[in-house]
């Protein structure tokens, strides 16, 4: 059954200066009545309140002349609320220590799908009461609720009975437990909330009796579509904050870890717990991010990605080692997180007598594509892949560095290539070819002399033209006398090479432009 978490930050904005300010002395002070202040249509507003504010009487939305009028000791300062956003997001991701389905929601809110989660920590009250005590230490205020929907969970952790911290309800108590409370615990707009209230409609329980369509056609179909939700009588689903990993293992520390030989030992056993896993189903890892949880809620990460699947415990430390330099571990790290996001087939290989096999991952050119990917981006990396075209430029391709495809011109997706009665092609291409000043006696002459780069060269050998023109049928091939290239071999008085075309054709109102489209090694 499904079970989803909610934490309500009651204080988030007030709570987060105290930990963003914490070693400056324009931090909140607990016992002063403070309090941010956001304008609004060229009015002052309080925003936030510590709680000797709000024992003092004031309210969020009064004026601030208003409120320094009653409490002339009042401090504010500006509301930020991207700061808030941000550290909320943080802190969405930090609760990722208890399950990969972690979101914010709203200003002051984290939602958290624990299905099949709690027996990692001997259960939902030992899960919650954890979290509680790592939000204590930090000094931010929380409650949370555990139920079968998130509608249930946000109404019990902001409209339960306010001595509770932690409130779990039982799967299927959902109905019973939301009967006793407002209705603004549905998440309804104030306007909405106060409808209802209107025509005596003040409890949750009150609605359980009117017909839903009666609902709908006084108070529109979000009032029906809430109440089923959190009854979980309809679907509502979780996004959430990031991609979930497929697969993903975790290691807890007794005392927070701080040395990078520990941090790599820990690593270490994180590899080889999710490789053994890997093993058993049959696959390998593509694409891993392993998650540094600190003591001061801030999560350090390491990604990467191989170019081949790869479950070789040894080679992936490896590849985590080498970034390990660029994580700081602050005053500690609690907890460690792998998950592996993309994960292919990766069958069994038959290894020989001495442990070599030549499809191993471990030999070839995979491990060197994993480092180099690894300090400069997979993306970073590319190799040359033939294609079916008699056009220079389009007769190869850059492709992502797989080795389990071809890497020979022999074979390109399942096709073979019908150039072998193609003359000599340059190894290096110019893209796009270089314009030359060339100078020649007869129409389809090669030149006996060109201008390239500012320097002049002498043709001593020379064979062409090879007539090449634009492939008509592909988008954007433009026509004309100018799309028809003829092609020569030269060579200048010191032996070197070129490939020179040119373009166009004699005869027209446009002369012929010469390029240089390659060099022959």
Not at 57 to 78: K, R, W
Not at 355 to 376: C, F, V, W
Request: overall charge positive; glycine content about 10%; aromatic content about 6%.
């Amino acid at each position: 059954m499904r079970r989803v978490m909610y934490v309500w930050l009651p204080r988030w904005p007030i709570d987060r200066l105290r930990l963003s300010n914490r070693k400056n002395s324009g931090a909140p002070v607990d016992g002063v009545p403070f309090a941010t202040v956001v304008d609004t249509a060229g009015r002052r507003l309080l925003a936030a309140l510590n709680p000797a504010a709000a024992a003092a009487g004031l309210a969020p939305g009064m004026p601030l002349a208003d409120a320094l009028s009653f409490l002339p000791g009042l401090a504010t300062v500006a509301a930020e609320p991207a700061k808030d956003a941000a550290a909320l997001r943080r802190l969405a991701e930090w609760c990722g220590r208890y399950s990969p389905w972690t979101a914010p929601d709203g200003a002051d809110g984290v939602r958290v799908e624990t299905t099949g989660s709690a027996h990692l920590w001997d259960g939902e009250r030992a899960l919650a009461a954890d979290l509680k005590t790592r939000l204590d230490r930090q000094g931010v205020a929380g409650r949370i609720a555990i139920a079968d929907t998130l509608g249930a969970a946000w109404a019990m952790a902001r409209f339960a009975e306010a001595g509770e911290s932690v409130a779990i309800l039982p799967p299927g108590d959902a109905r019973a437990a939301l009967a006793p409370l407002p209705v603004e615990a549905l998440r309804l707009d104030p306007f909405t909330a106060q409808g209802l209230r209107r025509v005596g409609l003040k409890r949750i329980g009150d609605l359980y009796a009117m017909p839903r369509d009666a609902l709908a056609r006084r108070f529109g179909e979000t009032v029906a579509q809430l109440l089923d939700q959190a009854l979980d009588h309809l679907p509502e689903p979780l996004s959430p904050l990031g991609e979930a990993p497929s697969r993903r293992v975790r290691l807890s520390f007794a005392e927070p870890i701080a040395d990078p030989a520990d941090l790599m030992l820990a690593a270490e056993r994180l590899t080889a717990d999710l490789v053994c896993r890997l093993a058993r189903e049959g696959m390998g890892a593509r694409r891993l991010d392993l998650a540094f949880h600190r003591v001061d809620g801030r999560v350090e990460r390491i990604g990467l990605g191989t170019a081949h699947p790869s479950r070789e415990p040894r080679h992936l430390a490896a590849l985590f080692k080498e970034r390990l330099d660029t994580i700081d571990p602050g005053l500690g790290v609690e907890d460690m997180i792998l998950a592996a996001f993309a994960v292919e087939p990766l069958p069994a290989e038959q290894i020989g007598l001495a442990g070599y096999s030549a499809n191993s991952e471990t030999s070839g050119i995979a491990p060197l594509l994993d480092r180099l990917g690894n300090k400069l981006g997979l993306a970073a990396l590319s190799r040359i892949e033939p294609r079916e075209s008699h056009i220079p430029e389009r007769a190869s391709v850059r492709v992502s560095p797989s080795p389990t495809q071809p890497t020979s011109g022999s074979q390109v997706g399942g096709r073979r290539m019908r150039g072998g009665g193609k003359p000599p092609r340059p190894i290096r291409l110019f893209e796009p070819p270089e314009p030359v000043e060339a100078f020649w006696l007869l129409p389809d002459d090669p030149p006996f002399r060109f201008i390239w780069r500012r320097r002049r060269y002498r043709v001593m050998h020379a064979d062409g033209p090879e007539r090449i023109a634009q492939e008509w049928w592909q988008p954007g091939a433009c026509g004309g006398a100018d799309a028809i290239r003829d092609y020569y071999r030269v060579e200048d008085e010191e032996g070197r090479r070129f490939w020179l075309f040119r373009a166009g054709l004699h005869g027209n109102d446009r002369p012929p432009r010469w390029f240089v489209h390659g060099v022959f090694s």
